[in-house]
């Protein structure tokens, strides 16, 4: 199996996309020198530049190529050579108009061509062009010496994803009669009985388009679902056309959890090496923070295996309303962040910043002042840092703890009529996940299916759509041993968007001890509190807002109430038996307080009468085997999920980290050696212990005490093993 282009070689890969298009011949010596001078070695080729390859339909100029290729492998840069099939040449779309993608509004893009953009994924004539150029490219390039990988397409799903043309409508008819066999199924699948909308015949089936009313929920989740297999299959017929002449390991590149329509799970399957684009979001003030999960989501969907940055930004962007330039030290912070979670390869967009086009105003890493600049600078540093480290390719960051990652649950809670317009399967995610990044805790994300067993603990902060298989694996995992911290608007629906029969969280009730009989969104500002029992037998109050549920115990203990808002009101409890449930004394599994929290009462099917007089539950805690259940029914922030998940973190026998909380620590294990990557994000100065035998790889020296890391400063360590300080 062909994996990564370096196997076996410690070296960090080191460039960016390079678009010698742009630029007169002369330039592209200046360019190869400078490469070499900033310590690149590897650049992505080609992606935009399928008409000067293919100037006429069928008519090929690689002439041009060949001598880049040549050039580049002279002065030692090797090539990721991409297909350009994410931008076909105006002689395509004027040949085949009917290839073009139409919006759910049934405009054909482009109008006229003059941007980038796939043509319809569904379009047989697009396939059919896109497998000739990716063939001859193959086929004239496999033995090149300069080509050591190959880069399928651009950032499949960007900017396009969902068609709605008439290709796309059969297509999906298709795609249903493989999933569903027949009308029957799909009418089942889809619940049709709804609005009386059963189908009699396939040709009146289309993809969800403009409607009335909401479109049937169900039928848009398949759409998804739908589209995401057709940019897959592209990829495929790409990928497939390449490896029937060429041996060199294949990629494309994600956009981890920024994409809206592929499913990184089900991609990654399907390429040699796994590599990913970010980019900082300049509203977030805490963008090292998103920079790590999705590092973490893309080391996660290849399995754990080390992974290619292959887009980010030496500075500002230029698509984003304020493009906030990265501060001095940002850049190569950045990268080490990608580094410390996995990633072997560290590449930019894009080589020399574009005089024209929409691009122009984009940061790169030979800038618009050229190399007497900061960024120019800068640059050369990494390169140089990224030397010094290159024995860490190889190694691989295992993580404690694991966040549940499922794209089609994802889509299903986007889809219109939720109960809030406030509940985020993203913005729950990145608050649990901000949680454990604070507490210095290294986590995976994982499919609700996948094997959890090397878990402690399994966080779900958004698993509305939850099929009875990872229920039954969520239950399994608890029942031997593990934690598992489910958030609520979770275990709603199947796999068809339809409610769990028994009502909401029946799938995963075993597990949890609890059940939700209703839901209680919020008011838009509306603000209330639950009641957190301290160790010290005091009770705080903690800050909720967007959701609260009635939560109905069956065995767990409620460590929690509502204290204010909806599920506060004493009426819930009045038309329930005082028996009902399961007798606190005889509650099955003894479920006793841990490490912080005491309980406020145990399972009698309400909030018992204590608890009672304070609200619903809002938090619980249930023995399951030899493991533990936590169900969180509202939406606390980041601050205040602290003594949550301390306690969870109790039952699970982790340990968060001691350090001050800008202080990010990563440690990637190596086979002799593990690597610790130290990231001070604070602007003050910070000091991390180490054990003897520690080296400082920037300064290649012996560490003889704790390293001193000045604000913003950065270091790698190499440690022994096993001798190391238990730094995840
Ligand atoms: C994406 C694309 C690049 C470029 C950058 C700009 O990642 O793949 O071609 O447009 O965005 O940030």
């Known amino acids: 199996m062909i994996t990564s282009p370096w196997e076996g070689v410690p070296t960090v890969a080191f460039g960016g996309d390079y678009n010698p298009e742009q630029w007169p011949r002369e330039v592209w010596e200046d360019d190869v020198a400078l490469m070499r001078q900033a310590g690149v070695n590897m650049v992505s080729l080609g992606m935009f530049s399928w008409v000067f390859m293919e100037p006429e339909e069928g008519v090929f100029d690689f002439g041009w190529l060949d001598d880049l290729l040549d050039l580049l492998h002279a002065g030692g840069i090797s090539v990721d050579l991409a297909t350009p099939t994410a931008s076909p040449p105006a002689w395509f779309y004027h040949a085949y108009p009917q290839a073009r993608v139409r919006t759910r509004d049934g405009v054909p893009l482009p109008l006229g061509p003059g941007s980038r953009g796939m043509a319809s994924p569904n379009s047989p004539e697009y396939r059919t062009a896109a497998v000739r150029i990716a063939t001859e490219l193959a086929k004239r390039y496999a033995d090149h010496p300069a080509v050591v990988m190959w880069h399928v397409h651009n950032e499949y799903g960007a900017p396009v994803g969902e068609d709605f043309s008439d290709n796309a409508a059969r297509e999906f008819r298709l795609w249903l009669q493989r999933r569903y066999t027949d009308l029957d199924g799909l009418n089942e699948a889809w619940g049709t009985a709804f609005w009386g909308q059963a189908y009699s015949d396939w040709s009146h089936v289309n993809p969800p388009g403009p409607t009335p009313s909401v479109p049937n929920p169900s039928q848009s989740l398949d759409f998804a679902r739908f589209t995401d297999h057709q940019l897959r299959q592209c990829y495929i017929a790409e990928r497939d056309a390449i490896r029937a002449h060429a041996r060199q390991p294949i990629t494309t590149n994600f956009m981890a959890n920024e994409c809206p329509t592929t499913d990184l799970f089900a991609w990654a399957k399907e390429v040699d090496i796994v590599s990913n684009d970010h980019y900082l979001t300049a509203a977030d003030p805490q963008g090292h923070i998103g920079l790590a999960l999705a590092a973490d989501l893309t080391r996660s969907v290849g399995g754990g295996k080390p992974w290619i940055m292959m887009e980010h930004s030496t500075s500002a962007v230029n698509w984003q309303p304020r493009n906030v330039a990265k501060r001095p030290g940002e850049m190569a912070r950045n990268s080490l962040g990608h580094l410390a979670r996995g990633a072997d390869a560290i590449c930019f967009f894009q080589w020399r910043a574009s005089r024209f086009g929409a691009e122009k105003f984009h940061s790169a890493m030979l800038p618009h002042a050229g190399t007497d600049s900061r960024t120019w600078r800068e640059v050369r540093g990494l390169g140089t840092t990224l030397g010094e480290v290159g024995e860490i390719a190889g190694s691989t960051v295992r993580a404690q703890a694991a966040i549940l990652w499922d794209t089609e649950s994802h889509w299903a809670q986007s889809l219109q009529w939720r109960p809030s317009v406030d509940v985020d399967a993203k913005e729950r995610i990145r608050a649990y996940y901000e949680r454990l990044w604070r507490d210095g805790i290294t986590t995976d994300f994982a499919h609700p299916e996948s094997d959890l067993s090397a878990y402690r603990l399994v ?181 205040h999920l602290a003594p949550v998940l301390g306690a969870a973190y109790a039952d699970a026998g982790l340990s968060p980290s001691t350090l001050p909380e800008q202080v990010e620590v990563v440690r990637r294990h190596g086979s002799g050696s593990d690597y610790v990557v130290i990231l001070n994000h604070s602007h003050v100065g910070a000091t991390v212990p180490f054990e003897s035998g520690a080296h400082d790889l920037l300064t290649d020296a012996p560490l003889s005490g704790p390293l001193d890391l000045p604000a913003g400063g950065h270091a790698v360590v190499r440690v022994p093993v096993p001798d190391s300080p238990e730094v995840d």
């Open 459 to 639: 966080v779900a902060p958004a698993s509305y759509l939850l099929t009875d298989a990872a229920a039954a694996n969520l239950t399994r995992y608890v029942a031997q041993g593990g934690t598992l911290v489910v958030s609520f608007f979770s275990g709603v629906v199947d796999e068809h968007d339809a409610v769990h029969e028994g009502g909401f969280g029946t799938p995963l009730r075993e597990a949890l001890g609890v059940s939700v009989e209703e839901f209680l969104p919020m008011r838009s500002g509306e603000r209330a509190a639950l009641s957190w029992p301290e160790p010290d037998g005091g009770v705080r109050e903690l800050p909720v807002d967007t959701w609260q549920e009635a939560v109905i115990t069956h065995g767990a203990q409620v460590l929690a109430t509502f204290a204010s808002g909806p599920a506060a009101e004493p009426g819930y409890f009045q038309d329930r038996d005082a028996g009902a449930g399961t007798p606190a004394a005889a509650a099955p599994d003894g479920d006793s307080a841990p490490g912080s929290a005491g309980g406020a009462a145990a399972g009698d099917g309400r909030a018992g009468t204590e608890a009672a007089s304070h609200g619903m539950p809002a938090i619980t805690r249930h023995s399951h085997g030899s493991g533990t259940g936590w169900y969180v029914a509202t939406k606390l922030d980041v601050e």
